[in-house]
Structure formats: structure tokens, C-alpha cells
């Protein structure tokens, strides 16, 4: 029979066996971690689920030999002690993260804190060892998220405060007008004391009962700043500035305390807080911009006071005691010392006015700058202005 009619039978084709074969294991340079045989689904999900083993970095500076003697478990999980053959670097683990080693005197560190914004409740590393410090006292910075309406107005309420500077500044007009009303200084104690205990007490309550702290600060958050929520609210410290000053100095000392706590704490935290960066900074929290700005308002307030609101609008019961009448003389030892007569030795008038306006502003922009244990600068601000101001009349008055 013929084959030229007959088609070729093609032959028969390879098949590549899914394993390799005893040549390929075999095969020299041929790296065995290179080949992956066929996985099924489950098993690959098994295999993602189990911990591989780190790979182990090779120190370029270290003997292969070494690294060859060497035995370490590649379980991710470093379950026996390591020996003394283990190199210089052993100690950061495969991930790169260097872990904190103890210290030398047998405690362990601390861990970093890691802060999202928010107040925490003091340590007792910071604080002392009661728990408690003056630095309570103090106005820390603001964060955001502890008082809902804070969220809700953060340019308004939170970062330029509008509510609770409007109560400040409030405070002094409202003081101007006790003045012309003849209202004398000492008649105005005891409502600052009665309005002094209850709110203190309420402070204390709200700090040791969260539900009434959360109900407190939803209904006076606006007027409060956020460092105020485990914290004490700055309206007990000006009351207490503000009885302080009025209690214990003469009539125009303590109106100049009241008034240049209203207008130039304001003043020094309006404009640090737009131009402080741009200004050197005197500590932490003050900036050039606001002593500038509490200075300038306290000469503005010392002649609007005693150049223009007490002589315009007075004399009125208890005038008759300022400590100020428009003349400023050196005391007699220093004249002597000196050598100038009593005539010359005086400053009267206007410029008697002026000196002691760039004191009372200078006053006003040292006690705003200045920390006294971190206490609350609504109360430092009144007692240190009447302080200096009291003295300066005291020796040239």
C-alpha cells in the first residue's frame, strides 16, 4: 500500500511536569527558593495568614564565617535567648524598628507619648507627687475638640475668642460706669466676694461630677477657653484680681488695676495672637506684639483716666483720697543727693500726667508678661499693677 496519500502523524508533545524534575534539583547555580509549584486558593490564604520569617540582613562589615556559625530562629517571634555570638547590631530586630533597651539603673523607659491635639490628664511626673501643681493655675494652650461649640465656631469662638474678650473688655466700662455713678470702691467687695464663692464652689463641683462638667461647658463654652475644661475657669481668678485691687489700695490705684486687667490683658492677647509671629518672642506664650500692645493701652487708659475722666467728670465722694493729684516730686534724700532744690525736684501738669502714664503702661506690660508660679494672669495682672503703681506714687507722689 502506498504512503504518499497517508498525512504525517504529528509526535507526541511534551509535557511539563508541574514538579521539577531530578535534573532541574540538580541543576548547578539553580536557586531552590526560585521555584513555586501550584497553590490553591485555601492554601494560599493559609500561607498569607501565617507569619513568614523575617528576612536576615548580612552585615557588610562581618565575617560570612561568622554569619555562617551563627544560629538564629527565623520564627517571627524570638522565643529563646539570644547567645553571645551575635554581632554588634543584633539588637535591632528584622523590621528595622530599634526597640528601647533598659536603662542602667534596672528601669525600663518610658514609652513616648503620642498626642492627638487634646488635653490629657496630668501625670504625675508633671505635676508632682500629690498630683497637683501650679501650673494648674496657669493658661495652657488651647486645643480643640474638648468643648462642642469650640468645633462648631473655630475662628469665632475658639481661635479669636470674641465672646470671652467681649467680656472682658465689658468689665471696664462697666467699672467706668460704677465711677461716674460715685459708687465707691469699697461698696463693690462685697459683690465681687458674693459672686466670687458660689462660682468657685460650682468649679470645684464640676471637676469631681462629668456629667455637670459636660452640662457646664455646654452651656458656657463660648465664654471659656478649652484648657478651662479640666481646669480652673478664669472667671474665679478675675474676681478674685479684681477684689484684691480694689480692697486693698486707694480709690484711683484700684480703678487703674481694674481697668488696665479689662483693656490691656485684651489688648496683649488681640495683637500677640495676629502679630506674635512676626515679633521675637519674651517667653513662652508672650511675644514683643502683645507687651507692646498692653503698654501702649495702659498710657492710653492712665491719661483717659486721670487726664480726662477724673477731672472732667469729678471731683466725686472719695476723690479727695487718690494717691495721684497731678504732681510728681523726687523724695528729699535723693534731691539733696543731688543737689536740686525742692522747686526744681517737682513735675506738674502734663508732664507730671505723662510720666506717670509710661509707668502705669509699663506696669501693665511687665505684669502680663511676668509668671509667678503659672499662676492666672487675671489675677496677676491686678495685684501687680496696683503693686506698682501704689509703690511709685508711694515714693514720688
Known amino acids: 500500500m502506498s504512503t504518499r496519500g497517508m498525512q504525517n502523524v504529528p509526535g507526541t508533545p511534551r509535557v511539563i511536569s508541574p514538579s521539577p524534575t531530578p535534573s532541574e534539583r540538580d541543576t548547578p547555580g539553580q536557586d531552590s527558593a526560585s521555584y513555586f509549584g501550584p497553590t490553591t486558593r485555601s492554601a494560599a490564604r493559609r500561607r498569607l495568614a501565617t507569619p513568614q520569617p523575617a528576612p536576615e540582613e548580612i552585615d557588610e562589615d562581618e565575617s560570612p564565617d561568622l554569619m555562617r556559625a551563627r544560629s538564629r ?22 523590621n ?6 533598659p536603662a542602667t539603673n534596672g528601669h525600663v523607659p518610658e514609652k513616648p507619648r503620642v498626642t492627638n491635639g487634646h488635653l490629657s490628664p496630668p501625670t504625675p511626673a508633671a505635676t508632682g507627687y500629690y498630683g497637683w501643681s501650679w501650673r494648674d493655675f496657669s493658661r495652657s494652650p488651647s486645643p480643640l475638640g474638648l468643648i462642642p461649640i469650640h468645633r462648631h465656631w473655630r475662628t469665632f469662638v475658639h481661635k479669636h475668642e470674641v465672646p470671652r474678650k467681649a467680656l472682658h473688655v465689658s468689665i471696664g466700662f462697666f467699672v467706668v460706669w460704677l465711677y461716674l455713678s460715685g459708687t465707691q470702691t469699697y461698696s463693690v467687695c462685697p459683690y465681687l466676694m458674693g459672686a466670687f464663692i458660689p462660682i468657685a464652689a460650682v468649679d470645684v463641683l464640676r471637676h469631681h461630677y462629668a456629667p455637670f462638667n459636660r452640662f457646664y461647658v455646654k452651656v458656657l463654652g463660648a465664654l471659656m477657653r478649652e484648657s478651662e475644661f479640666d481646669g480652673y475657669n478664669g472667671v474665679i ?19 487703674m488695676g481694674t481697668l488696665l486687667l479689662s483693656w490691656c ?7 500677640g495672637r495676629l502679630y506674635g509671629r512676626y515679633t521675637p518672642r519674651i517667653r513662652k506664650g508672650k511675644s514683643l506684639a502683645g507687651s507692646l500692645a498692653a503698654f501702649i493701652v495702659g498710657v492710653g487708659t492712665s491719661v483717659f483716666f486721670w487726664g480726662w475722666l477724673a477731672p472732667t467728670k469729678g471731683p466725686f465722694v472719695g476723690d479727695e483720697n487718690f494717691m495721684f493729684k497731678g504732681v510728681l516730686s523726687l523724695p528729699r534724700v535723693l534731691a539733696d543727693a543731688v543737689g536740686l532744690e525742692p522747686a526744681k525736684a517737682t513735675i506738674t501738669g502734663g508732664l507730671a500726667l505723662g510720666v506717670m502714664s509710661v509707668w502705669s503702661g509699663f506696669v501693665a506690660a511687665a505684669s502680663e508678661v511676668v509668671d509667678i508660679f503659672g499662676w492666672d494672669d487675671n489675677l496677676t495682672i491686678p495685684v501687680l499693677s496696683g503693686l506698682g503703681i501704689w509703690g511709685f506714687l508711694k515714693v514720688f507722689g
Open 73 to 94: 530562629s527565623r520564627s517571627p517571634i524570638n522565643t529563646r535567648k539570644q547567645t553571645r555570638m551575635t554581632s554588634r547590631n543584633s539588637g535591632t530586630p528584622a
Open 96 to 101: 528595622g524598628v530599634k526597640q528601647a533597651s
Open 237 to 255: 481668678w478675675y474676681l478674685l484680681g479684681a477684689w484684691t485691687v480694689l480692697y486693698c489700695f486707694p480709690k484711683d490705684v484700684g480703678v
Open 265 to 271: 490683658d485684651t489688648a496683649a492677647s488681640t495683637f
